[in-house]
């Protein structure tokens, strides 16, 4: 019989199939394994069926043992990118140890080493702009283990790696009102840590309802920081506020949330690529707490964010009404005019009442309510409304408890899956509702009176 002939692999790290997972390498760069794979001269053939072949040839010429036991890997497999909304990521992390993984210090007191707010938000984006992988048994050249509970050790600057489970002793728990920079949202589940336990750094509200926050997090692939829905994209009735016990007292000269809210005034127009369809950024947000403080409010249900949506529009309109423009001039568009009117505190503010009780007809479409009515974290009578109607047209077996208030991954799959039913793929069946799956849901039928739901 001839022996195989074996070669070196290097697997794609997106694959979690038993061959690849098996095949990839593990821990610190300096344990990094090669792994073998028999050469079929076959284009095309899945890594997981060359180390199937592998073990069986093996197995025949060595005697060795089973495939199935051969393929035990000892570890979870690397995991793939978090996308939110999808349940929440998968967190391994590792116990409790010391910095770049010697054992940890023997029980005692809890040391809180001194340090401000600016150096913890510092110190987290360190490992955001270096991109740093997600792993639960490797660590980062500052000694700190390469996971979520590491990574707010690093932050906090402690003596060496806690976990979810430990993390709570350096910390004293505070309200949702109290959170500032630096502060964390702990989720611990203790029945199974790996499922569903994670820790994020919060990083200061990006909008005035505190509705979503900056959040630094270690995560798969790689550390991130985004706009987040409080308090967390799954599980949101198990994150704990928690501030470090040695964070230093705010100074005299720190600024306010409201002394940041003035320093917009006078704030130059930064063009219209800010504002729009597909806009994102901080000067939406700006224009949404300008808008509300000049009688805006009833056009924002969920309060202004970063991200361009169908209230803005309206209230940016009702304010270019309100000076007695029309046509172009008043599009719903922020243009210098605009701008310079509500940076300066000039030109009349929206008359009380100018949003009106009957609901909006977006995009022609006649009470489509916008898409930034359904979005992760929000709750309104419209997601309720739209549940309603994909159980009366047969999807409500995507709902285990039936449609509520509150956007969830149950009514994500449920859009996805009516729109589906409309032959469409891709990017225009992702789960969220825009204006034609709006009208076809509503066709014939007509829609509920948002008062009365």
């Given at each position: 019989m001839t022996v195989p002939v074996f070669g070196e692999f290097d697997p794609g790290s997106d694959c979690d199939c038993p061959g690849c997972a098996h095949a990839r390498p593990v821990g610190r760069a300096g344990r990094v394994a090669s792994r073998l794979r028999l050469l079929p001269g076959r284009p095309g053939v899945h890594p997981a069926v060359c180390g199937l072949a592998v073990v069986a040839a093996a197995s025949a010429v060595l005697g060795a043992a089973a495939p199935a036991a051969a393929l035990t890997t000892g570890r979870p497999a690397l995991h793939r990118p978090h996308v939110p909304g999808d349940g929440g990521p998968e967190t391994p992390q590792g116990a409790r140890s010391g910095l770049g993984g010697r054992p940890a210090a023997k029980p005692g007191a809890v040391r809180t080493p001194t340090t401000t707010r600016a150096e913890i938000i510092n110190r987290a984006?360190?490992?955001?702009?270096?991109?740093?992988?997600?792993?639960?048994?490797?660590?980062?050249?500052?000694?700190?283990?390469?996971?979520c509970s590491g990574?707010?050790?690093?932050?906090?600057?402690?003596?060496?790696?806690?976990?979810?489970?430990?993390?709570?002793?350096?910390?004293?728990?505070?309200?949702?009102?109290?959170?500032?920079?630096?502060?964390?949202?702990?989720?611990?589940?203790?029945?199974?840590?790996?499922?569903?336990?994670?820790?994020?750094?919060?990083?200061?509200?990006?909008?005035?309802?505190?509705?979503?926050?900056?959040?630094?997090?270690?995560?798969?692939?790689?550390?991130?920081?985004?706009?987040?829905?409080?308090?967390?994209?799954?599980?949101?009735?198990?994150?704990?506020?928690?501030?470090?016990?040695?964070?230093?007292p705010a100074t005299a000269g720190t600024q306010s949330a409201g002394a940041k809210a003035v320093a917009y005034r006078g704030a130059a127009y930064p063009g219209a690529a800010h504002f729009g369809p597909g806009a994102r950024n901080e000067y939406v947000s700006m224009l949404g707490r300008l808008l509300t403080a000049r009688g805006a409010r009833s056009f924002y249900p969920q309060g202004p964010g970063p991200a361009w949506s169908e209230s803005d529009r309206r209230a940016t309109r009702a304010f270019q009404?309100?000076?007695?423009?029309?046509?172009?001039?008043?599009?719903?568009?922020?243009?210098?005019?605009?701008?310079?009117?509500?940076?300066?505190?000039?030109?009349?503010?929206?008359?009380?009442?100018?949003?009106?009780?009957?609901?909006?007809?977006?995009?022609?479409?006649?009470?489509?309510?916008g898409r930034d009515q359904f979005l992760p974290g929000a709750e309104n009578a419209h997601v309720l409304q739209l549940g309603r109607r994909l159980v009366e047209k047969g999807f409500g077996g995507l709902y285990p408890e039936g449609p509520g208030r509150r956007w969830s991954d149950a009514d994500r799959r449920a859009v996805a899956a009516f729109q589906r039913a409309q032959g469409w793929r891709g990017g225009a069946a992702d789960g969220y509702p825009g204006p034609e799956t709006w009208r076809r849901l509503f066709a014939q039928a007509a829609p509920e009176r948002v008062a009365d739901l």
């Open positions: 984006k360190i490992w955001v702009a270096a991109k740093v992988p997600y792993s639960m048994d490797s660590y980062w050249s500052d000694g700190y283990r390469q996971d990574y707010v050790s690093m932050a906090w600057s402690l003596a060496g790696n806690e976990w979810t489970g430990s993390l709570d002793q350096y910390g004293v728990k505070i309200t949702k009102e109290e959170l500032e920079p630096g502060d964390i949202l702990l989720y611990h589940n203790p029945d199974n840590p790996e499922k569903g336990s994670h820790v994020v750094i919060f990083g200061g509200w990006t909008d005035y309802t505190h509705t979503y926050y900056t959040v630094y997090e270690q995560t798969p692939p790689q550390t991130r920081s985004q706009s987040t829905p409080y308090p967390y994209w799954s599980n949101t009735d198990k994150y704990v506020p928690y501030r470090y016990k040695g964070v230093a009404l309100a000076q007695g423009w029309t046509g172009a001039a008043a599009d719903g568009l922020p243009g210098p005019r605009t701008w310079n009117l509500l940076v300066t505190g000039k030109g009349k503010d929206i008359a009380p009442g100018a949003a009106g009780r009957s609901r909006p007809a977006a995009h022609g479409v006649s009470g489509y309510p």
